[in-house]
């Protein structure tokens, strides 16, 4: 006897999900910033790109993992290391253009998009396990990003950049269900000196997008403030899409990015901190 078996009866396939590296080589602070040389606590030299790839490799449950580049030379280099490599147009403004490019010059079929920024090493796969769990729990989440909440030390740190004029850090700001109201290079909200327990919140280098998401702001072109802050998130907030903030533990060692050169010897620190090769 034929049994037919009828829609509801048969489970959804699990949300494909894949991390893109958007890595570029022309950094106006950091020339060759992807391919500089990081030493681990072993005493191990691997580049920046090569230990960022290792962040997502050990994330669990992901279909595929893409270098996403317009320069030949981070394209060898993702080779060596045995990473897929998707070439992508010169014209990407940042990151989230270069994941869509990505996505549609290689035909990278995910349902969800990990954005794992190319100068991001110390990024715990941890985090992205946290991220990505929030995300395919609730399909309504359209972004998503993890954060953390900075300690006195990070804090002091913060005040301390921006009294020397240096504007690399990103805080966030959160409605009551964790979405985000805005991002900023300046510190938000106000932390005077004295303050011993700030609110502050300080984004990671990581973001997850649906796919629609991802294609509706490939779509649109820069708004005033993703301009002004240079901040290119701040697009989905103009255009009407909610980034859910995921707040996360601060690793030991912090989470410092390779931003300038003169990052590399906190990011080694960072890593012999954590006994990672």
């Not at 078996?5 to 992807?34: Q, Y």
């Not at 740190?157 to 966030?172: I, P, S, Y």
Request: charged share 20%; net charge neutral.
């Amino acid at each position: 006897m034929l049994t037919l078996v009828g829609g509801s009866d048969v489970p959804p396939s699990p949300p494909r999900v894949a991390i893109v590296v958007p890595a570029r080589f022309g950094s106006t602070r950091f020339p060759g910033k992807p391919l500089a040389p990081l030493r681990g606590a072993g005493g191990a030299v691997k580049s920046v790109l090569e230990r960022t790839w290792e962040v997502a490799s050990g994330v669990g449950g992901i279909s595929e993992i893409w270098i996403a580049t317009d320069d030949h030379r981070v394209a060898e280099e993702a080779l060596r290391i045995g990473a897929r490599v998707a070439m992508t147009a010169r014209s990407c403004r940042n990151g989230t253009e270069r994941c869509w490019d990505a996505v549609r010059s290689a035909g990278i079929d995910a349902d969800v998009i990990v954005n794992l920024q190319g100068e991001a090493p110390l990024i715990p796969p941890l985090a992205i396990d946290a991220l990505l769990d929030t995300m395919l729990s609730d399909p309504t989440i359209r972004v998503a990003a993890p954060m953390v909440r900075c300690s006195p030390l990070m804090a002091a740190r913060l005040l301390a950049d921006a009294r020397a004029g240096k504007v690399d850090g990103t805080t966030v700001v959160c409605d009551r269900a964790c979405n985000a109201l805005y991002f900023s290079r300046q510190i938000l909200p106000f932390m005077p000196d004295r303050l011993r327990d700030p609110i502050v919140h300080v984004p990671l280098s990581v973001f997850a997008y649906r796919r629609a998401a991802l294609a509706c702001y490939a779509s649109e072109a820069p708004s005033a403030l993703e301009l002004a802050e240079g901040l290119e998130q701040l697009r989905f907030l103009h255009i009407g899409i909610t980034i859910r903030m995921i707040e996360v533990c601060d690793p030991p060692g912090g989470l410092r990015a390779v931003s300038h050169p003169a990052d590399i010897a906190s990011v080694e620190a960072a890593l012999a901190e954590r006994r990672l090769a």
